[in-house]
C-alpha cells in the first residue's frame, strides 16, 4: 500500500531554515509527480509546490518563490521542501501528497504531516 | 490563486442526504475537470473522497458523489452515517501548473 512517511519539521525563527523529507514506499515514486501542501492551524489547505516525476519542472504558489525550493531524489525514493526565509504566516502542518500522474492532476495520496512553527 | 468558497458549516441527520458546494471561477473549476474533495478527520491527514470531478477512489463508498455545473462543483453525501462528520475540502487545478483549495466545510452529523 502507498505509504508516505514525513520527518523535519519544528520549530525555528523568524529568517530561518528548515528542511522537509518525505519518504515514499508501496508504488514505483519515480513515475508520479509529488506535491506539497500545507494547513494553518485551524483553518483550511493551501496548495505549496509541486516536482515533475523526474525532477525536470517545479512549481510553487506565489507566497513562497524564491524562498522554499523543492527537490526529490528517485534513487532514495525521497521527496524535499527547503524553507528558506521562513515568516510567521509560514506556521503550518506541511502534507506530501503523491499526484494520480507524471505531470500533475490530483493530489491522492497524503503524508501524516510536519509541523512547522515559525516564531521568535 | 483566491480559494475556492465552501460553506463554513453544514449539518444532517442519519440517513439523509447533503450536498457541498464549492464555487471558483473560469480560471479554475470552469476551465478543468481536475475538481477533487478530500475528507478531513481531526487530527489526520486529508483523504481523497472523489477525483476527475465525479470519480470515486477504490474503496470509497458510493454513498459519495461528485458534480459539477461551470464554476460550481458539489459533493454530495448519501445515507449519512456518524463517521461522516469531518472536515471536507474541495480542490481544483488551476491552470498553469497550480492548484487552489476551498475553505473547510464542517460538516455535524447530529
Known amino acids: 500500500q502507498v505509504q508516505l512517511v514525513q520527518s523535519g519539521g519544528g520549530v525555528v525563527q523568524p529568517g530561518g531554515s528548515l528542511r522537509l523529507s518525505c519518504a515514499a514506499s508501496?508504488?514505483?515514486?519515480?513515475?508520479?509527480?509529488m506535491h506539497w501542501a500545507r494547513q494553518d492551524p485551524g483553518k483550511g489547505l493551501q496548495w505549496v509546490s509541486f516536482?515533475?516525476?523526474?525532477?525536470?519542472?517545479?512549481y510553487y504558489t506565489d507566497s513562497v518563490k524564491g524562498r522554499f525550493t523543492i527537490s526529490r531524489d528517485n534513487s532514495k525514493n525521497t521527496v524535499y521542501l527547503q524553507m528558506d526565509s521562513l515568516r510567521a504566516e509560514d506556521t503550518a502542518t506541511y502534507y506530501c501528497?503523491?499526484?494520480?500522474?507524471?505531470?500533475?492532476?490530483?493530489?491522492?495520496?497524503w503524508g501524516q504531516g510536519s509541523l512547522v512553527t515559525v516564531s521568535s | 490563486q483566491s480559494a475556492l468558497t465552501q460553506p463554513a458549516s453544514m449539518s444532517g441527520s442519519p440517513g439523509q442526504s447533503i450536498t457541498i458546494s464549492c464555487t471558483g471561477t473560469n480560471s479554475n473549476i470552469g476551465s478543468f475537470n481536475y475538481v477533487s474533495w478530500y475528507q478531513q478527520h481531526p487530527g489526520k491527514a486529508p483523504k481523497l473522497m472523489i477525483y476527475d470531478v465525479s470519480k470515486r477512489p477504490s474503496g470509497v463508498s458510493d454513498r459519495f458523489s461528485g458534480s459539477k455545473s461551470g464554476n460550481t462543483a458539489s459533493l454530495t453525501i448519501s445515507g449519512l452515517q456518524a463517521d461522516d462528520e469531518a472536515d471536507y475540502y474541495c480542490c481544483s487545478y488551476g491552470g498553469s501548473t497550480t492548484w487552489v483549495f476551498g475553505g473547510r466545510t464542517k460538516l455535524t452529523v447530529l
Open positions: 501528497a503523491k499526484d494520480r500522474g507524471l505531470l500533475g492532476s490530483t493530489l491522492d495520496y
Open positions: 508501496g508504488f514505483t515514486f519515480s513515475d508520479y509527480g
Open positions: 516536482i515533475h516525476f523526474d525532477g525536470s519542472n517545479k
